[in-house]
């Protein structure tokens, strides 16, 4: 089992949605975060933008993202990766990113169900 952490632009979100729902994955989490990777949250066609808060000056850098977390069957991360790139590649920074990580159980609480029958 693997586990994918993607965190994608907030419009993409029904996208992906319909992707995970279209391979009959069993569930998800999501959570809006915030955040910038190496572009610092700048994106190609903004300057850095400069604000007030509270009376100090501040450059805003950080970019609203959706995190969408599941845990797949290792045989399907290719398959989703590929057709997440697909939905969510607009050529521009800030797209996002994709993390893969290892899944080494999954427990069902109501059932005690185990691996990939607990998905």
Do not use: W
Not at 28 to 51: P, R
């Amino acid at each position: 089992m693997k586990e994918l952490v993607m965190l994608i632009r907030p419009e993409k979100l029904e996208e992906i949605k319909s992707i995970l729902d279209e391979i009959n994955c069993g569930g998800m989490t999501l959570c809006t975060v915030m955040g910038c990777g190496t572009q610092k949250g700048v994106s190609d066609d903004e300057a850095d933008f400069i604000n007030e808060i509270k009376g100090f000056k501040t450059t805003i850098n950080l970019l609203p993202k959706v995190k969408v977390e599941v845990v797949v069957e290792a045989k399907d991360v290719e398959m989703i990766i590929d057709r997440v790139r697909e939905a969510c590649a607009t050529d521009h920074v800030g797209d996002g990113k994709i993390f893969i990580r290892d899944i080494e159980d999954a427990v069902r609480i109501r059932t005690g169900e185990r691996g990939i029958k607990a998905l």
